[in-house]
T-cell receptor, first 116, second 115 residues
Framework: AQKITQTQPGMFVQEKEAVTLDCTYDTSDPSYGLFWYKQPSSGEMIFLIYQGSYDQQNATEGRYSLNFQKARKSANLVISASQLGDSAMYFCAMRGLKVGNEKLTFGTGTRLTIIP | GAGVSQSPRYKVAKRGQDVALRCDPISGHVSLFWYQQALGQGPEFLTYFQNEAQLDKSGLPSDRFFAERPEGSVSTLKIQRTQQEDSAVYLC?????????????FGPGTRLTVT
């Protein structure tokens, strides 16, 4: 079984500041993947970043980076230089990497609001 | 290129009616997933296909829920005798087994309201 915990229901951040969204996970799978998705008010789920449990380096994609601490079972998302367009719901998710075990388990999300 | 499409985008059903939700995955994507997202919650897994084979249906909440993908492309999620607790957004996602980031591409969802 897999579990994702996001403890920040909502966050308010000043434009241009960096923000860290927390995510902890639990799994019995020896290898797994961790994901962050963004869901604006329009409803679509937008993939942001992926980290494999076997990756030695933290994943980065433009202004997004994933602070992966395997021993702590945490996978926090860091957004640098926040923009007004970053206001949205953010979901952390995970899956096992065995074939046939591809379903994503999501957390409850964090609503991020960027203040001008 | 074309992304995942879903229809209808909005559906209002009276309690007890049957509904059918359609998903068109990205062409060539072998894996297809259905998720249910209640208001204010994260998506929850319903079922998963690899080509036409339904490999996991452990998330279907009751036997009123049924999904199929007969030719390995388009999928339909059917809900029989809808109940108010079925009101949610139903998300479809597809993925390629060749994608090293294991990304699932989501459709816009179907918002189902049961009155």
């Amino acid at each position: 079984a897999q579990k994702i915990t996001q403890t920040q229901p909502g966050m308010f951040v000043q434009e241009k500041e960096a923000v860290t969204l927390d995510c902890t996970y639990d799994t019995s799978d020896p290898s797994y993947g961790l994901f962050w998705y963004k869901q604006p008010s329009s409803g679509e789920m937008i993939f942001l970043i992926y980290q494999g449990s076997y990756d030695q380096q933290n994943a980065t994609e433009g202004r997004y980076s994933l602070n992966f601490q395997k021993a702590r079972k945490s996978a926090n998302l860091v957004i640098s230089a926040s923009q007004l367009g970053d206001s949205a719901m953010y979901f952390c998710a995970m899956r096992g990497l065995k074939v046939g075990n591809e379903k994503l388990t999501f957390g409850t999300g964090t609503r991020l609001t960027i203040i001008p | 290129g074309a992304g995942v499409s879903q229809s209808p985008r909005y559906k209002v059903a009276k309690r007890g009616q049957d509904v059918a939700l359609r998903c068109d995955p990205i062409s060539g994507h072998v894996s297809l997933f259905w998720y249910q997202q209640a208001l204010g919650q994260g998506p929850e897994f319903l079922t998963y296909f690899q080509n036409e084979a339904q490999l996991d249906k452990s998330g279907l909440p009751s036997d009123r829920f049924f999904a199929e993908r007969p030719e390995g492309s388009v999928s339909t999620l059917k809900i029989q005798r809808t109940q108010q607790e079925d009101s949610a957004v139903y998300l479809c996602a597809s993925s390629s087994i060749q994608d090293v980031s294991y990304e699932q591409y989501f459709g816009p969802g179907t918002r189902l309201t049961v009155t």
